[in-house]
């Protein structure tokens, strides 16, 4: 068996009672939550249904604003359902990122029989700064190869579906303690 006694960051333990409000999502808080992605036809992207929760501090970039924004105000038990328009959840479509390589640059990649590459296929870059880019094959040509920089799922809705499972208020901290 175990217990959570949650300290505020300076006392002694906290103790909600029926009278005190719960915990809400907000700046800072700790949420644990199962969640699913979707598209809007019901196509599933990601989900954590059926496997470990996930837990996150709101505002440390595990998850994206749009995706935070839609659970601000929602306490433990809550469950959300939102459809994201893209501009909330990976971004709208930046033409900018879709780019033109010469196709010999590629020589070596095309060539592989092994593991053949087509319009498609992801394909890993090195920016500047030895980051790795993933990049989406859009068009091979024959003196032309082009690339999309832009997120898989950017310029599409995303059904966005949590179930929060416990908040904990910033300034709180939990101690599983184990009996």
Do not use: W
């Not at 595990?62 to 929602?74: D, H, I, V």
């Not at 328009?85 to 900018?96: R, S, W, Y």
């Not at 990049?135 to 950017?154: C, K, M, S, T, Y």
């Amino acid at each position: 068996m175990s217990s959570e006694v949650m300290r505020d960051s300076e006392h002694a333990p906290v103790q909600a009672s029926a009278g005190e409000p719960a915990s809400v999502v907000c700046a800072g808080a700790r949420v644990t939550l199962h969640f699913s992605l979707a598209l809007p036809d019901g196509t599933e992207i990601d989900s954590n249904y059926g496997k470990a929760p996930a837990t996150f501090r709101v505002g440390d970039g595990n998850l994206l604003p749009g995706f935070e924004a839609a659970l601000m105000g929602a306490g433990q038990g809550a469950s959300v359902s939102v459809v994201l328009p893209p501009e909330q959840a990976f971004g709208a479509v930046n033409p900018e990122n879709v780019q033109s390589f010469p196709r010999q640059r590629f020589a070596g990649l095309l060539a592989n029989t092994t593991d053949p590459v087509e319009e498609g296929t992801v394909v890993s870059f090195a920016d500047a700064g030895g980051n790795e880019i993933p990049g989406v094959l859009r068009q091979i040509g024959e003196l032309h190869v082009v690339i999309d920089f832009n997120h898989p799922l950017a310029g599409r809705e995303i059904l966005f579906t949590a179930d929060i499972l416990s908040v904990i208020a910033p300034g709180t901290q939990a101690v599983k303690i184990q009996l």
